[in-house]
């Protein structure tokens, strides 16, 4: 179970796909000054070093974010969603070289107003020591809060928050082919406490069962909790064989009416400056629910 470290994919395609969706959701969310709570349920780290350790191991930056930037550097034109990832990426990086890469609770770290709260959720026993250094570190820390708990078991227990506004991000690592389960339980008992809340859900494409499966099952609790969803993926590659990730997908419940259009004008950028061989494609669908 402990062998993942979110390390290894920092600043790749997939994380492109996720912190491009969570940066919207988050922008959408504030444009009210109500409180916002943010969840991540499989937190890791926090933020990454991309010349040293597991990153520098994989490499899967190079094929990610590294790829993007040589490609906005060519002089191609990019819309302002992916600029805006860009820019956040950025930030961390003072030197202007790109040497470390945020996670998404860096990523949300950073996008907290006064009134919002953030809660964190990792149970690496090597992770959640990394992860309480580096959120301490933050000028922010007073706002968060790092539990070393099941996500999946806690995560109710949270909702709904105090001002009924909610981005819930759930991105286990799958390791586990329980987690497909864990996750849809969670997210059962979840709706039922707190159905209008923002949940966004990643996951990899793999040859195995429950991951083709999943983007259904869900769609089945979004039927039967009458909530509208948007679905995505991203592939970069397709090479049989291969045992790097080559795909990923987000799914997201309840989403804002603007996270289409944001998506549509992104993805065939990412997808044609990401893409390796002919095999890279994007999916993109939605469903509003009629009350």
């Known amino acids: 179970m402990f062998s993942y470290r979110h390390a290894f994919h920092a600043g790749s395609h997939a994380d492109i796909l996720k912190h491009l969706t969570l940066i919207h959701l988050v922008s959408y969310l504030q444009e009210k000054p109500v409180a916002l709570t943010m969840v991540d349920t499989h937190a890791g780290a926090g933020i990454y070093n991309l010349q040293d350790g597991f990153a520098a191991v994989s490499k899967e930056a190079e094929g990610g974010i590294f790829r993007l930037l040589k490609y906005q550097e060519a002089g191609n034109q990019i819309p302002e969603s992916i600029q805006k990832y860009i820019d956040c990426i950025q930030s961390e990086n003072s030197s202007g070289e790109m040497n470390v890469y945020p996670g998404s ?13 953030l809660k964190l959720f990792e149970l690496h026993p090597k992770e959640i020591d990394i992860l309480r250094h580096n959120v301490g570190e933050l000028s922010c820390a007073k706002q968060i809060d790092v539990y070393d708990v099941d996500s999946f078991k806690r995560l109710k227990g949270l909702l709904p928050p105090p001002s009924r506004r909610g981005l819930i991000l759930i991105d286990p690592s799958y390791e586990d082919k329980q ?52 679905h995505t993926e991203l592939r970069v590659e397709n090479t049989p064989g291969e045992r790097r990730l080559q795909a990923s997908g987000m799914f997201i419940i309840n989403p804002p009416w603007t996270l289409e259009k944001n ?8 997808t044609k400056a990401l893409s390796v061989g002919n095999g890279a494609q994007y999916l993109l669908k939605s469903f509003e629910a009629k009350n």
Do not use: N, V
């Open 105 to 117: 609770p860096f990523i949300l770290a950073r996008m907290l107003r006064p009134q919002d709260r």
């Open 179 to 230: 987690d497909y389960r864990h996750l849809e339980i969670a997210l059962e008992e979840a709706m039922q406490r707190f159905p209008t809340g923002c949940y966004a859900i990643w996951y990899p494409m793999l040859a195995r069962r429950e991951s083709a499966e999943l983007p259904d099952r869900l769609k089945k609790i979004c039927t039967t909790h009458k909530r509208s969803w948007l």
């Open 263 to 270: 998506l549509a004008e992104a993805l065939p950028i990412i």
